[in-house]
């Protein structure tokens, strides 16, 4: 088991940038495939991007988020991040930080077993 705690989320204008970042601690990173999720109020907690256990690891991503958000990680930090670029409104949300012990990045929700609580970010127009 892994501890997770988020931070960089604030507020941004649309078109600006975040970079979230991922603090582990209580396990082995390297061991973990990473991913982020966002949520909003009333909806599902929704797929961002993954990136696999190698600092240069396979790395997914959620079509909105394609091209514009950047993830990876740092093993020697025991940290992952999200980098944001040219948000936009529909970016807004709570972010999660998630853990998976397996080399394979995916989308799926329910076999992430370690969260952290969350970084709220709100873009505005």
């Known amino acids: 088991q892994v501890q997770l705690v988020e931070s960089g989320g604030g507020l941004a204008q649309a078109g600006g940038s975040l970079r979230l970042s991922c603090q582990a601690s209580g396990g082995r990173f390297s061991d973990y495939t990473m991913g982020w999720f966002r949520q909003t109020p009333g909806t599902e907690r929704e797929f961002v991007a993954a990136?696999?256990?190698?600092?240069?690891?396979?790395?997914l991503y959620a079509e909105p988020v394609e091209g514009r958000f950047t993830i990876f990680r740092d093993n020697a930090k025991k940290t992952a991040y999200l980098e944001m670029n040219n948000l936009k409104p529909e970016d807004s949300g709570r972010y999660y930080c998630?853990?998976?012990?397996?080399?394979?990045?995916?989308?799926?929700?329910?076999?992430?077993?370690?969260w952290g609580q969350g970084t709220q970010v709100t873009v505005t127009s």
């Open positions: 998630a853990a998976r012990q397996s080399d394979h990045a995916v989308r799926i929700r329910s076999v992430y077993f370690d």
């Open positions: 990136i696999s256990r190698l600092s240069t690891g396979k790395t």
